[in-house]
């Protein structure tokens, strides 16, 4: 399957906890990545082979995987957090590449 | 530091075949692990794989886009080319070229919102 599978929308109180997901068979043998985007933005990386984070995002920003589900986890949520987020992967045969569906995360 | 800049036509026409170059720097395209992708993002929805060439010229092209897409690269004017034939208002979107780093992408550029309509 070429499927990587995301909630649509999420909210999370200011300074709150939020944990999205990305499932798909894909997951248990290749890492997800995840980005950020913001409205009329570029996409911006904010975590890397399941759970590096890039220089200058903030440790917030953590993630993981189990099986076929990769997370990423926003601890104590701000207000510039507000966006989609996309997981990204290879597919399962390796050879191409393959978005989630994106979530979007409401702070309130 | 890495950046790359999306340019070509924004108004195309059903069939006509659009050609976008992506102009980057701060990389080599000649380089072992290194590749740039075209990731492309209809107007509110998600974003959609493309294509990608390597540093050795290994191609790979989305199953969905398949037969329309061929995708090149001049390493010494770094620079890569993407053509889409036989455009339809369905490829209506924001064009982005990423660098890819063996396993991500971690640059992009800003985009190019090319429109098709007759």
């Known amino acids: 399957s070429s499927e990587l599978i995301q909630g649509p929308a999420v909210s999370v109180a200011l300074g709150q906890t939020v944990t999205l997901t990305c499932q798909g068979h894909s997951l248990r043998s290749y890492p997800a990545n995840w980005y950020q985007q913001k409205p009329g933005q570029a996409p911006v990386l904010v975590i890397y082979r399941t759970n590096n984070r890039p220089a200058g995002i903030p440790d917030r920003f953590s993630g993981s995987a189990s099986g076929y589900t990769a997370s990423l986890t926003i601890t104590g949520a701000q207000a510039d957090d507000e966006a989609d987020y996309y997981c990204n992967s290879r597919e399962s045969g390796g050879y191409h590449w393959v978005f989630g569906g994106g979530t979007k995360v409401t702070v309130l | 530091q890495i950046a790359l800049k999306e340019s070509g036509p924004t108004l195309m026409r059903p069939t006509q075949t659009l050609t976008m170059t992506c102009i980057f720097s701060g990389f080599s395209l000649s380089i072992s692990g290194e590749g740039v992708g075209w990731i492309r993002q209809p107007p509110g929805k998600a974003l959609e794989w493309v294509a990608l060439?390597?540093?050795?010229?290994?191609?790979r092209y989305s199953p969905s886009l398949t037969g329309r897409l061929t995708i090149t690269k001049d390493s010494s004017k770094n620079h890569v080319v993407l053509t889409i034939t036989d455009m339809d208002p369905v490829d209506t979107a924001t064009y982005y070229c990423?660098?890819?780093?063996?396993?991500?992408?971690?640059?992009w550029g800003q985009g190019l919102f090319v429109t098709v309509s007759s």
């Open positions: 990423a660098h890819l780093t063996r396993t991500y992408f971690d640059f």
């Open positions: 060439i390597y540093w050795d010229d290994d191609t």
